[in-house]
């Protein structure tokens, strides 16, 4: 059986579809145009380059895969590679253990609360040139604060941090961690704060104890929270750039070289702007396959 | 056709976004009337007077072309000019600030092939190699520092210590750098006897330039040992400040020697300039200083010290009107040329030009020291580019900056660090 529709309700139902799309496009218009703009054109562009031998100038040739191939050919790459997930599987957890304990620190009735909420964010809105400069003083070798302590306190050949290729990445995992730790702690105090009151006093008439609060209430409550923070703290983590270019330069040798700073060097150092969005798209994907992965991961643990 | 249609979209896409950061050039009116109005491109026109001192001096002597110079940002030259030029809105004449660009922006199209003038230029221009590939020179060079040996002559005398007298080796050098801090120290001072700032160009750049047969782009980089085992030594001894310090305190070479922290220090002729007016202005001490030539490998180059540095020079945008090339070829010539030389020493600028005239000029302006061996120093030696011509040098340059770091870090033995470089080299430069 078909339904006979009325050729003028249906013109009337076409309209208000129309006028509904319309409606909408505009809505989202003017967010739409800008990120066309400066967002989807330069990286349509980006991938476009990274297939050919662009140096900054007219003359680009089209270069196949080449481009990618040498990426796995090039020992360079795998140091910045291997640096890069050296700090990302580092400074992750340690960030997200600093600012989820430090948010929980804060999260109850103290004195001062807001001193000590605006302290602990006061890293993240310092300018990262300052910090550099004054975190590489404190880890001066022979004459920084922090060795000097720890020679006090008995350490005999303390580490030379950053002009040691060994412990240079550590300090900058240390340095990162301290300066991101008050933006995350902000986001997990949000999480917090939404937590329902009634479910930590129904845990406790059924005779929880204060760790059996926070593993069961706290962090499944908290989850929707974790699970943003650890999505922001990967990409940012694959992102690294600004603190170790201002801190170490990639050195000691390549001991803190990572993929931004590889990226910047062909792009801007050696005018390589093909090879260097190669490397781009390469960083691109890595980021979108762990962003995926972790959707995938929550998206089981919710079922 | 669709392939440059992409390009270009690339190119609008990337120079609309710098264009927001405040970057742009203009060009320059079309000549009418008999009169021409060339653009050059320069930087921070404050603080760097000669781009006017020379569009000055050549109206001057050319009333009908008026030179105007198109400001840029200093620390981004590199990557506004590149936008201008991609977007064919650079100006006339286009200022290499960086010698070793040239062979991108020539093979890219962007600078005209000037051999004509850089072949009639005389003979006592020195630099114009750094722009010419394969032959054809893209760049006349009209300003040429070189690095020389800056001492303190009051550090020496406390010491008790005699002056370099041009006939140094880097060992003797290293032996004056030990004796001065023992006897500095022991008269009380803090004073150590050499600085020599992280630059990777402080130590390659020499042993770069001294040592016979040692090429960037072979690949062999055994030519460094030496140099950095000397060096390594004197750090370890306490006669100069340790990398580590120098860069976790960010220490400026400008404060270690203004301020009496070291005796000796290698460095490039601009920084004769700024220790005057920094003497000047009180932001240096008051002390008698000299001016050395560079310690040598051996003392078969004493006669002919051998020194390194990379000039600044000039070059034409491959669009420029061509009713303005004849003007700009004749601008590029007298830039090199005595006449612009002479002008430029008088504002304390080492110019690519030697002579008699161009040194008297120099030593002219107050503040500077009398002495022969200061002027010799000045005018006598031969001047290695530091970045030599070659589509590879900036890569090259970042795994040897690597090396540099981990040596001077203490990271690596020097053996394996050069091991490493050259391993690099073979893997990243020769695909």
């Not at chain 2, 016979?212 to 100069?240: C, H, I, M, N, T």
Request: with cysteine; charged share 15%.
């Amino acid at each position: 059986m078909t339904t006979v529709v009325e050729p003028g309700l249906r013109r009337r139902r076409n309209r208000l579809r129309w006028r509904n799309t319309v409606s909408g496009w505009t809505f989202i218009l003017p967010n739409f145009v800008g990120f066309a703009l400066l967002t989807l054109v330069p990286i349509v562009a980006l991938i476009y380059i990274s297939f050919t031998n662009w140096n900054a100038f007219g003359a680009a040739d089209w270069m196949g895969l080449k481009n990618y191939t040498r990426l796995f050919k090039d020992r360079s790459y795998r140091v910045a590679l291997w640096n890069t997930v050296y700090y990302t599987v580092f400074h992750l957890p340690l960030t997200l253990a600093v600012s989820l304990g430090l948010a929980l620190l804060l999260n109850r009735k103290i004195k001062a609360v807001a001193f000590f909420r605006t302290a602990a964010f006061f890293p993240y809105i310092t300018s990262v040139v300052a910090i550099a400069i004054v975190w590489n003083l404190l880890f001066s070798p022979e004459y920084g604060p922090i060795n000097q302590v720890l020679s006090f306190i008995g350490v005999d050949n303390p580490p030379r941090w950053t002009v040691s290729s060994d412990w240079s990445m550590p300090a900058i995992i240390i340095v990162a961690t301290w300066r991101e730790m008050g933006y995350y702690m902000i986001l997990f105090l949000a999480g917090l704060q939404a937590i329902p009151r009634e479910l930590y006093e129904a845990a406790r008439v059924d005779g929880a104890s204060s760790w059996g609060r926070f593993r069961n209430v706290t962090v499944p409550c908290l989850r929707p929270t974790t699970f943003f923070v650890t999505v922001m703290l990967s990409i940012e983590s694959f992102k690294v750039f600004d603190l170790i270019l201002v801190m170490t330069d990639g050195g000691p040798g390549q001991s803190t070289f990572v993929l931004s700073q590889m990226i910047f060097n062909k792009a801007f150092v050696e005018n390589q702007y093909g090879y260097a969005s190669a490397v781009s798209v390469s960083l691109f994907v890595i980021c979108l396959a762990i962003t995926v992965f972790q959707f995938l991961v929550n998206r089981r643990i919710e079922r | 056709m669709k392939k440059r249609m992409w390009t270009m979209a690339g190119a609008v896409a990337i120079s609309g976004a710098l264009a927001l950061s405040g970057c742009g050039g203009d060009n320059g009116d079309t000549p009418s009337g008999g009169s021409i109005n060339l653009t050059v491109s320069g930087w921070s026109l404050e603080t760097t007077p000669e781009f006017q001192v020379l569009a000055d001096a050549f109206h001057a002597a050319n009333p009908d072309v008026t030179v105007e110079i198109v400001e840029y940002d200093a620390a981004d030259y590199q990557t506004l000019i590149q936008v201008d030029m991609s977007a064919g809105k650079a100006p006339d004449i286009i200022t290499i600030k960086e010698a070793k660009v040239t062979h991108s922006w020539a093979t890219g199209g962007q600078l005209l092939d000037i051999s004509d003038v850089v072949q009639a230029l005389p003979s006592n221009v020195s630099g114009a190699g750094s722009y010419a590939i394969d032959g054809v020179n893209y760049g006349a060079p009209y300003r040429q520092d070189s690095w020389v040996l800056f001492y303190n002559q009051d550090l020496f005398d406390a010491a008790g210590i005699a002056y370099p007298d041009g006939k140094w080796t880097w060992d003797d050098y290293a032996k004056a750098a030990r004796d001065l801090t023992a006897a500095l120290g022991a008269a009380g001072s803090q004073a150590l006897g050499a600085y020599e700032h992280s630059w990777q160009s402080t130590l390659q750049g020499f042993a770069q330039a001294q040592t016979p047969g040692a090429d960037l782009f072979s690949g062999k980089y055994d030519y460094l040992k030496p140099y950095y085992e000397r060096v390594l030594a004197l750090q370890d001894d306490g006669a100069q400040a340790t990398f580590g310090t120098i860069s976790t305190n960010k220490l400026t070479y400008q404060a270690q020697f203004g301020k009496q922290q070291a005796a000796m220090m290698a460095m490039g002729s601009w920084y004769v300039a700024t220790l005057v007016t920094q003497q000047k202005g009180g932001e240096a001490d008051n002390f008698k200083w000299g001016i050395a030539p560079v310690p040598q490998y051996s003392s078969s180059t004493f006669a002919k010290p051998v020194t390194f540095g990379d000039p600044t020079g000039m070059g034409i945008n491959a669009k420029i009107d061509s009713a303005k090339l004849e003007a700009a070829k004749q601008f590029l010539a007298f830039v090199a040329s005595e006449t612009a030389a002479v002008e430029l020493a008088k504002i304390g600028i080492v110019s690519s030009v030697t002579g008699d005239a161009v040194t008297a000029a120099y030593f002219a302006q107050a503040g500077l020291p009398t002495d022969d061996l200061s002027k010799e120093a000045m005018s006598n030696h031969v001047t290695k580019p530091e970045n030599p011509q070659g589509e590879t040098i900036g890569a090259i340059q970042t795994i040897l900056g690597a090396t540099h770091t981990a040596v001077m870090s203490e990271s690596q033995s020097v053996d394996d660090a050069i091991a490493e470089a050259q391993d690099r080299f073979e893997n990243e430069i020769e695909i």
